[in-house]
């Protein structure tokens, strides 16, 4: 994931600064280097412990003022700015489907790997307010959800 994001920023002409954390213990000091950076924005890549601990990370873009997309929709739920990523509802029931396949008889070597097919865009215009930002109207007609 590292090597693609820095590929994009590359070609937006971005640059970009990543912030490691690797435990709960780490949040609070990488919030305060992005802000002695003064980065414009974050980005939160997909990570079981992000996700179990997104409201401390909400709360925490919040309270440094910095924009933030994450992964899934349930950062925006917790109060996130927007997120873009698979639908994880719709990864369930694919999932579903393998396993009644794997319960019929298939055999799991046999089944093809399979690549998310449904993204949803979802923006919180409360958090956008907060901040102080503008959503292009382009982006917000793009959205699946925008929650106000």
């Known amino acids: 994931m590292l090597k693609e994001a820095e590929a994009a920023s590359r070609a937006l ?6 912030v490691e954390a690797r435990g709960l213990a780490d949040f609070d000091r990488a919030f305060s280097d992005m802000t002695r950076a003064r980065v414009g924005a974050l980005t939160v890549l997909p990570s079981i ?5 997104r409201r401390r990370l909400v709360d925490l873009a919040a309270k440094h003022r910095l924009p933030a997309v994450y992964p899934w929709r349930e950062f925006v739920d917790a109060g996130g700015l927007m997120s873009y990523g698979a639908n994880v509802a719709d990864l369930y029931r694919r999932a579903a489907t393998y ?13 093809p790997v399979e690549q998310p097919t449904k993204f ?3 923006i919180n215009l409360k ?3 907060a901040l102080r930002l503008t959503i292009p109207q382009s982006l917000l007609r793009q959205a699946d959800q925008v929650i106000e």
Do not use: H
Request: without cysteine.
């Open 99 to 111: 396993v009644d396949k794997i319960l019929k008889g298939a055999t799991p070597g046999d089944l």
């Open 13 to 18: 002409g971005v640059r970009l600064q990543f």
């Open 49 to 53: 412990m992000f996700t179990n601990e």
């Open 120 to 122: 949803e865009l979802v």
């Open 127 to 129: 958090t956008a307010k």
